[in-house]
Nanobody, 124 residues
Framework: EVQLVESGGGLVQAGGSLRLSCAAS????????IGWFRRAPGKEREAVSC????????YYADSVKGRFTISSDNAKNTVYLQMNSLKPEDTAVYYC?????????????????WGQGTQVTVSS
């Protein structure tokens, strides 16, 4: 059974940092692309970042470039999202998702498996 579990969310002041983790079971990261998405209250779900071992590529939304860094630890089957210089507008529920063809895409419907999400709240 494929399972994704996010952790690491919390409450932080603006300018602070958090590191989110996405632990996977039931498949190997080597074969999938792992994306991070977020949904803020009253807004659509948006792509934040993605990493693909097959394409050897990473993707970042313009709004997080230079502040967020995605990485993977294949031995632990875990993907991380290091978030620095956090802003109140980064407040959202963050989800990780797996795309079985190994393609980083910004379209949520193209991802096959999702975690339950972790709340990130940035206070001003």
């Amino acid at each position: 059974e494929v399972q994704l579990v996010e952790s690491g969310g919390g409450l932080v002041q603006a300018g602070g940092s958090l590191r989110l983790s996405c632990a996977a079971s039931g498949f190997s990261f080597d074969d999938y692309a792992i994306g991070w998405f977020r949904r803020a209250p009253g807004k659509e779900r948006e792509a934040v970042s993605c990493i693909s071992e097959i394409d050897v590529s990473t993707y970042y939304a313009d709004s997080v470039k230079g502040r967020f860094t995605i990485s993977s630890d294949n031995a632990k089957n875990t993907v991380y999202l290091q978030m620095n210089s956090l802003k109140p507008e980064d407040t959202a529920v963050y989800y990780c998702a797996a795309e079985i063809l190994g393609r980083c895409t910004g379209w949520p419907h193209e991802y096959d498996y999702w975690g339950q999400g972790t709340q990130v709240t940035v206070s001003s």
